[in-house]
Every structure is written in C-alpha cells, then in structure tokens.
C-alpha cells in the first residue's frame, strides 16, 4: 500500500502539488523496504510530514532570519563550523522533514549510497539537491527509520514520534489534527467524518458501546479513544499478505475504572468500638502501676493505647504478609 498525491492533496484540501507528488514518489519505490506499507504506519509517516511542511506548501525552512536561524552559523551540533561563514543559512532544513545542518547532510549522504544508490549525490557539497526527485521523497524515508520510529507507529504512539522528530511536543495538537485527517482519510472516509466513522466503529466493536447517563461515544470528536479505533481499523484493514505488524493502540487510551468499594453499614465503627473495648480493659491496669507519678501513668497507657491502635488498625495487612512470607519460605 502507498499514499498518492491526490490523498494528500484530499487530507490538506489543497490541490495536487509537486511536494506531494514527491512524497508518492519515494513511497511507491521504496516504502516497502522501510516498512511504510501498512495504512496505520502511514498514517503517522503522513501526519508528521503534514504537519513540518505546513500541509505539503514548504520543501524548505522559510529563512528570516530569525534569532534562531542566526546561531545555527556557529552550532556545532548541527554539523555546522563554528566560525560565522554562513553555513547556517546554507545548511538550512530542506525536505518535508526539514533535513538540517552539516551532519544530518552528511549522514544523509551515507545512508543513501548505502541503501538508495551507491552514485546518490553529495547533500552536503549541495544541500539543494535533497529537493528533486527522487531524493525529496526519499529523505522522510531515512530520517523516519533512522529513527526506528515504526515501533511507535504500531503502538499508535504519536507523542513519541513527534519527540523524536522534534525534540518535544511542538505543535503536538496541529500533528493529532493531521492524524485524524490522514487516517479518515486511508481508511475510506472523509477527512472529516469523524461522525461516521464513530458509528461504523462502534458496531465493529471498535468502540465501546453508548452507556446510560454517560456521554455518547458518537460526538464527531476526534479524542484518544477515536483515535485508538483509526489506528486499530487501519491495521485490520491490511490485507493478508501485509500482517498487521503486532499493531496495538497506545497505553494512554485504555481506561481502566478503579472498583468502588461498598463499606457494609456500621463497618466505619469497628476500630472505634475495638478502641472502647480497649480504652475499658486498660482502666483497671491504670490503677495498679503502683506509686509512679500520674504524668507517667498517663504515658505508659498512651504508649500502650497506640500500639494497640495500629495492629489493630494494621493487624490483617500485617498477618497477610506474614502469611505470605511463610508460604514463600515454604515452597
């Protein structure tokens, strides 16, 4: 499976452009050695590069410059030499995914003689080819496996794919907005019928059902669980010769509810009556502790009162593990 220019242009609303039509490209040749096959993998490939590129328009970072820009000159990090000799603006991010600075062109390089083309060109001697074809279409490609992120794509983690890419969580919610386009979008629908799609999840069980006096799942709002029944409608949806890839969705969208625990009536009281029972068995020692002073009477019986209090307050959990440590020394 592949993403052709005229879904894209369909998930942005834009039309076709050349920026798209590169993206088909280094998909239909070479998705399939990366592992970009699979609908639910594309979806988050998609959505990311959606969302760098602002909706497929840049191939390259709009230079201002700003305060920014200005010191990627001197970032040594980036690849970049540390004097002022213009090598920032030169080494600029190009691509959908914005290939930047001296060593990601470098990198680049290697990574395409390797597995691309041994006679792929010099990005770092001229970065401005990293924007023809094949090669445009072919840097998602590196940055996306480089990055090992199509273990996060089966686990529908978008939050990690994005802290990959970008460090963080910069324009997290723009990069969920692509997602829920994009998926509608490779799984038949409209990119915004999400209203349709929550009713067609729900019969397939995708969904949980509606529930009395909660909320109806069917709201035309793309939220976690929406987005956990893309994902999993997307891997389903591969055909057999593209296995699903251990797809699952993401540990944040399963709800768990914790159990409401019923106190039985007048349970609340049986510390308080033990503590009477208590407070009267000691009244009769308190006379008895001979000709010690009254202060000292007082907090001996405290001291007592309070152990008391905590077994019996502690006293199951407390014979529980015991329990268990023998059953352990047992075995």
């Known amino acids: 499976m592949s993403v052709s220019a005229q879904q894209l242009a369909k998930i942005t609303g834009k039309p076709v452009n050349a920026n798209m039509a590169s993206i088909e490209i280094g998909l239909d040749a070479y ?53 002022r000799d213009g090598d920032g603006e030169r080494n600029a991010g190009r691509g959908p995914l914005q290939i930047t600075g001296g060593a990601n062109l470098r990198e680049f390089t290697a990574w395409a003689r390797k597995n691309i083309d041994p006679k792929a060109p010099d990005f770092f001697a001229n970065p401005d080819l990293i924007n023809t074809d094949p090669w445009e279409g072919v840097g998602p490609l590196w940055y996306w496996s480089a990055r090992k992120l199509n273990g996060y794509a089966d686990d529908n983690d978008i939050e990690m794919i994005t802290r990959r890419i970008n460090g963080g969580l910069n324009g997290f919610d723009d990069r969920l907005h692509w997602y829920t386009r994009t998926a509608l979008v490779l799984a038949g629908y409209e990119p915004d019928a999400i209203r349709s799609f929550q009713i067609d999840a729900q019969r397939a069980g995708l969904l949980p059902p509606d529930e009395p006096n909660k909320p109806s799942q ?43 625990v019923v106190t039985p009536k007048g349970a609340e009281k049986t510390l308080w009556t033990r503590l009477n029972g208590v407070w009267l068995a000691l009244a009769v020692p308190f006379a008895s502790f001979g ?41």
Request: charged share 20%; net charge positive.
């Open 31 to 83: 998705g399939e050695r990366f592992g970009l096959t699979a609908l639910h993998r594309l979806a988050h490939y998609i959505c990311q590069l959606a969302h760098e590129s602002g909706a497929f328009r840049y191939d390259r970072e709009v230079w201002g410059p700003t305060p920014a820009q200005a010191r990627y000159d001197t970032r040594t990090d980036l690849g970049n030499t540390p004097e």
């Open 218 to 260: 069917i709201d035309g709002v793309a939220g976690p669980k929406t987005r956990s029944a893309l994902h999993m409608s997307l891997a389903k949806s591969q055909p057999a010769s593209q296995p699903t890839v251990g797809a699952k969705p993401a540990p944040v969208t399963e709800e768990v509810e914790t159990p409401v």
């Open 291 to 331: 000709d010690l002073p009254t202060p000292w009477k007082i907090a001996l019986v405290a001291g007592v009162v309070l152990s008391i209090t905590f077994l019996l307050w502690k006293g199951e959990k407390i014979a529980a593990r015991v329990k268990s440590v023998v059953k352990a020394f047992g075995e």
